[in-house]
């Protein structure tokens, strides 16, 4: 009768550690969903359009919380911690094919007019004036939006965007405008490969 009792004791212990092990993993693997949903987000970079920032294959992490985190499914988004910033690096849904997340730096904003001129950029007609990760690259004009001579206007909630490596970069200057609503977060750190490992700025 006791060595009855010891085996279903046992089973009873056991059982209850695969319940605890299981409610752990369960919930490793919630919290992990809600950070990669609302917090930060791993992607890879698939192109050179945005070198020397990143070489094709890095590794970065992106942070989805300092903008506001879009709710799935809805067009509701989390407070955020800032608004967007001239010269940030930004991660968000291609207007052309909306399966597709483009990294490219954040160049304008609504009601500002943008014009690539011998290089540069000119916003609301004057020669942007910083940040240095803007003024650093020589900018070539591209039809339809960044051609010379042409300005062109931001629209409401809408962004405007080009690569650092502008002599290979599908952005703004081909399909125009970012809507807010596309936006994912702000590329914050490079922690693949090993040797490339830094912050971004």
Do not use: C
Request: charged share 25%.
């Amino acid at each position: 009768m006791k060595k009855h009792i010891s085996k279903h004791a046992a089973k009873q212990v056991v059982k209850g550690q695969i319940r605890e092990w299981a409610e752990s993993i369960i919930i490793a693997v919630i919290l992990a969903l809600l950070i990669r949903e609302f917090v930060v987000q791993a992607f890879k970079i698939p192109s050179g359009s945005m070198i020397p920032t990143f070489e094709i294959g890095d590794r970065i992490f992106v942070n989805k919380f300092i903008y506001g985190a879009k709710i799935p499914f809805t067009n509701i988004r989390l407070p955020q911690l800032r608004d967007p910033i001239r010269g940030d690096i930004i991660v968000f849904r291609s207007p052309e094919t909306p399966k597709k997340d483009f990294v490219k730096r954040l160049i304008a904003f609504e009601g500002e007019t943008v014009e690539i001129k011998e290089g540069n950029i000119y916003i609301n007609g004057k020669a942007v004036d910083g940040p240095a990760s803007v003024r650093s690259v020589y900018y070539y004009n591209v039809e339809p939006y960044g051609k010379e001579g042409y300005p062109v206007k931001v629209p409401k909630d809408a962004y405007f965007a080009l690569g650092d490596n502008s002599a290979n970069s599908r952005d703004s200057r081909y399909w125009g405008f970012i809507p807010k609503k596309n936006l994912i977060g702000k590329a914050i750190f490079i922690y693949w490969p090993i040797t490339r490992m830094k912050a971004i700025k």
